[in-house]
């Protein structure tokens, strides 16, 4: 049976290809989230202080009758607190709580949101060695987009799991809804 010369087909593109992430700044510099990671972004407000809490836990909010601890992420990379302005806001992520698979909500300040914006597979560079302002292990890549590095979290480190067991303890209490 003779072959006949099939026209070459590009493959498909596949949705593992590009991965879907929240931008926002901070600081001055651009950072992203994976998108699968975010519940919801709220506006900065209603934040009850928790005494002898580490620097970098700013307190917890009531979100829909549950208690979610707020990280300031600024503080978090050893920098300096953020500086609440009107376009700060709080990106609800939902995080690994342990080794059991338990997800739990938390709260993390950020300057602004930018957008949600998809960026190939081919254009994530592995974190640098060196030179990054913030912890090697915090960063999963680094994005190319428009000839710009955005700094990819890995959001998992950043929230480690020794830290998660902590905030998993204030998080597990619910509030009860105010009633009217």
Partial sequence: MAHKNLPAVASPVTPE???????????????????LNI???IEYGNLTEVPMMPAFIRGVINLRGSVVPVIDLSARFGRNPTEISRRTCIVIIEADAGEDGAKQDIGVI????????E????EIEPPPSFGARIRNDFISGMGKVDGKFII?????????VEEMAALSQI?????AEPST
């Avoid at 950020?110 to 914006?117: F, P, R």
């Fill in 17 to 35: 290809d590009h991965q879907q992430y929240l931008t926002f700044l901070l600081g001055g510099e651009m950072f992203a989230i994976g998108i």
């Fill in 39 to 41: 519940k919801e972004i």
């Fill in 110 to 117: 950020v300057d602004s949101v930018s957008e949600v914006m």
């Fill in 119 to 122: 960026i190939p597979r081919g």
């Fill in 152 to 160: 990819l979290l890995d959001i998992n480190k950043v929230l480690s």
């Fill in 171 to 175: 998080g597990s209490e619910k509030v």
